[in-house]
């Protein structure tokens, strides 16, 4: 069986494995594969497989992530463990998980453990922890990546099918690259980082590790969403994927300005992997990558290394020698830089931007090399700061620029070492990455992880590009009901019938006539209320938005499989002596009682 998120989903809906069977064999493949530097503790397996077995009896089948095992960066919160940051002095006890690992539990994941990472997320090699180097199931020479390294090799390994990461510089994506699997660097605030260690918080992301691009869009649909805990958190809604579109242009740096260090191997591999996107119909668009390269720069040259500074200067001041050596001496220069140089920084950093914008305005996506070249272990160990320099090349820029990016297994090299293309687009495209993603993974026929396990074959999807927005309805203008005819007279279409996450409660406003208010809650605190999502233009949507009276208005709703739409929600403020209908779990069926009494 190919292993993906999807296929456990799916076997366990069907009942031909359970939660629990596939719990089971993850700790049972965690224990075969015996490397104790993937993990920095692991939950109890026997409270695990309870907690699969109890989500087997609540009728949770239809959650998104139904009993689909998970592991979590240990600079993750997740209650019940350490987090240690791979730092035995820093680490503390959180009462709560974070919001990310919160949302993944209210869909249907069980968290198997934390993993193994750079210290304080400080590395793109996956060498620099107390807790040992993880090995590259791939190839055991090379390093594993960083800084999400065990979080990287537990999805390559087969020891779970999905892991959360973060990314700062490249910790989401060059771990992807080197253990042949997919890393999806959402666009930033996409996903709150409430319960995140920080490395630097203002360009801090927590990012998803999977051996496909389906499983990962479920798991970024399934966690994604504002959070009043995240101060940096926005409201970015994730549209759907959809088919590979007709015309796509491609950005391609101009002759001679990729950088690979001299290995033949991956610069091969890059023109063989552009190949294939002009077979698959995409246009490839030159662009000038130089400004990219500036904004690089800022980040380990400017004053974002002071943001990593911040977070670990009492220890630095109370006891460096917790610290790893390399991770200090990084550190340490935050403490060196002035505000003026911060400004400085700053205001080069935005006209930077201005011009990153301007080479997306005939361009779709750019399509790079994840990294320029690969290295042992043993090289890391003997050159750490330079290697690992290099190996930012075409990450340390992307959060700086507040893109959105995807890394994809591209090729196996004759040496038997992976390589890998990462495709970028402005912030709030992160769909239509999945989307071509998708097919180039597919049409490339690799193998699945350290194990080479068989592609599945690809969803259909519905084609894109029209200007309809969706949005999600829950009182009177459902189907039948009293107001529908105002979506009519705007031309909406039906789209389906479903429910939200159970993050919501219902209430029946005091107002006349009768109005239903649904409010959100603390994810997985309240009940699944039935809905129906339909699609109108943008001009339609702009009227239908304007005629809503108050106390509603439009915020963004998550519905049962991870989506999030534009819905009817209203403001806490306004249940004041509303009544709770939320058992009823829709306004049809409240509606319904009340005309039989």
């Known amino acids: 069986m190919t292993e993906t998120v999807a296929a456990i989903v799916a076997a366990h809906r069907d009942g031909s494995q359970t939660p629990a069977q596939t719990v089971a064999r993850s700790f049972q493949r965690i224990r075969d594969h015996n490397d104790p530097a993937i993990f920095i503790s692991l939950r109890d397996e026997k409270e695990a497989l309870a907690e699969a077995a109890a989500l087997s009896t609540k009728g949770a089948g239809e959650l998104p992530l139904f009993g689909v095992p998970v592991a979590v960066k240990d600079n ?171 015309r796509l242009r491609l950005g391609v740096p101009r002759n001679g300005q990729l950088i690979f260090f001299g290995d033949k191997h991956s610069e091969a591999a890059y023109d063989a992997a552009l190949q294939r996107w002009t077979g698959l119909g995409a246009e490839l668009v030159t662009f000038d990558l130089e400004p990219f390269y500036e904004a690089a720069r800022l980040l380990y040259e400017g004053p974002w290394v002071a943001e990593r500074y911040l977070v670990i200067r009492d220890l630095l001041a109370s006891a460096p020698d917790a610290i790893h050596p390399v991770t200090r001496e990084i550190t340490a220069a935050g403490n060196r830089l002035t505000a003026a140089e911060t400004f400085a920084a700053l205001y080069r950093l935005q006209a930077l931007r201005k011009v990153a914008a301007r080479t997306f305005a005939n361009i779709d996506a750019l399509v790079l090399p994840t990294a320029p070249t690969v290295y042992t272990t043993a090289q890391v160990l003997a050159n750490p700061i330079e290697l690992n320099s290099r190996l930012g090349t075409y990450t340390n820029f992307v959060n700086l620029l507040d893109l959105c990016a995807l890394a994809l297994p591209a090729a196996m090299r004759r040496d038997g070492i992976p390589f890998g293309i990462t495709l970028l687009a402005p912030a709030g495209h992160d769909a239509l ?108 949507f702009g009227k239908f938005v304007a005629a809503i009276p108050p106390p509603l208005s439009i915020g963004t709703v998550r519905l049962a499989d991870g989506r999030t739409v534009k819905g009817f929600l209203v403001e806490s403020a306004a249940i004041s002596g509303a009544r709770d209908i939320s058992s009823f779990g829709g306004w049809r069926a409240y509606m319904a009682e009340a005309a039989a009494v």
């Not at 090699?125 to 107390?130: D, L, N």
């Not at 009293?482 to 979506?487: F, Q, V």
Request: charged share 15%; aromatic share 4%.
């Open 76 to 246: 993750i919160d997740v209650a019940g463990f350490a987090t240690t940051a791979a730092c035995p002095a820093f680490a503390y006890t959180p009462a709560r998980d974070a919001t990310s690992v919160a949302r993944l539990r209210a869909a249907g994941a069980i968290v198997i453990g934390k993993t193994n990472l750079d210290q304080f997320a400080t590395g793109l090699v996956g060498v620099r922890s107390p807790y040992g180097i993880p090995i590259n199931p791939v190839r055991n020479d090379i390093i594993p990546g960083g800084s999400s390294s065990g979080s990287a090799v537990a999805v390559s390994a087969g020891l779970v099918p999905l892991a959360l990461g973060t990314d700062t510089a490249g910790s989401g994506r060059v771990p992807a690259l080197l253990n042949n699997i997919v890393g999806l660097k959402p666009s930033l605030g996409m996903i709150s980082t409430a319960g995140v260690v920080p490395a630097c918080r203002t360009l801090d992301c927590v990012s998803v590790f999977a051996l496909t691009t389906d499983d990962a869009a479920a798991a970024l649909a399934a966690i994604a969403g504002p959070d009043a805990n995240d101060p940096f958190s926005r409201d970015r809604p994730l549209t759907a994927l959809t088919a590979f579109p007709a």
């Open 433 to 540: 990455l999945a989307s071509i993603g998708r097919a180039f993974h597919a049409d490339t026929g690799l193998g699945l992880g350290a194990k080479s396990l068989p592609q599945p074959s690809l969803t259909p999807l519905p084609a894109g590009g029209s200007d309809e927005i969706a949005i999600a309805v829950v009182g009177a203008h459902l189907s039948g009901m009293a107001l529908n005819g105002e979506l009519d007279r705007l031309g909406a279409r039906l789209l389906e019938a479903t429910t939200t996450a159970p993050d919501y409660l219902l209430y029946a406003l005091p107002t006349t006539p009768a109005r239903p208010g649904m409010l959100r809650v603390e994810a997985g605190k309240g009940t699944a209320l039935a809905l129906e999502v339909w699609s109108l233009s943008a001009t339609g």
